[in-house]
């Protein structure tokens, strides 16, 4: 299991039947987590310190209850800076599980003695965008989500990137692909983190059980041959970490050789040092 052990300012204090109690810089959140099916007790004091708690509904969905909580607020990976709010659906802006790949992404382009090109498609609010650009790359950044652009805009401000080379485009991911490949354009690195479920421009269905591999197979067309990474993240349970590998294996090693890590991802709980599992990614690199 890759593990996102590196953080200072969020911590997952514990986790209890059907939720996890977790810092966020000064602040406490208590979020439902479909992977929390153990009750264990409530006894950490951190769980009556709470700041906010989204309580799910039984008919779907769910609302915030808040204590003390500010609008806005911003935490601190390494040396990039986030801003964080809660929204519909338990979200903050942030996947902090990610931040291990994040680091591997960096690595990769500081290790690479030359300019890099990234695409990270399904881009949210930008934590890889940002992560990438600091190790030096130029990045286009792809979300089909307004709002989540302009989020993403703010973080990279926010961490010294107002004038780094990142590309900021409102579009649907898989047509932008698709224009991609006939511009010619190719990309040293690739990211991707697609959702369980979705609706394009004309209201076509994403199912990414249905999807994920024909898009793997159009994306590849992007990686030109001195390409260094790719990497993709699933939060379904139906995508393991071996079909990660297998996909991966089929579409991108076949053609440009390398080799390919696949692995569930998580976060570390304070209370007992065990791990939370957070989903899973599938990375390939030339080396």
Known sequence: MWIADQWKDYEVIDTCSGEKCERWGDYILVRPDPQVIWDTGHDHPAWKQKNGHYHRSSKGGGEWEFRNLPKEWTIKYRDLTFHLKPFSFKHTGLFPEQAVNWDWCAEKIKNAGRPVKVLNLFAYTGGATISAAKAGAAVTHVDASKGMVTWAKENAVSSGLADAPIRWLVDDCVKFVEREIRRGNTYDGIIMDPPSYGRGPKGEIWKIEESVYPFIQ????????????????????????????????????????????????????????????CGASGRWCKD
């Open 218 to 277: 159009l994306t590849a067309k992007l990686l030109n041959k001195d390409s260094i990474f790719f990497l993709i993240n699933s939060y379904t349970t139906g995508l393991q970490p071996a079909v990660l590998s297998y996909m991966i294996n089929t579409v991108i090693v076949d053609q440009f050789g390398g080799h390919v890590e696949a692995e569930e991802i998580g976060l570390p709980v304070t209370s007992n040092g065990l791990v939370l599992p």
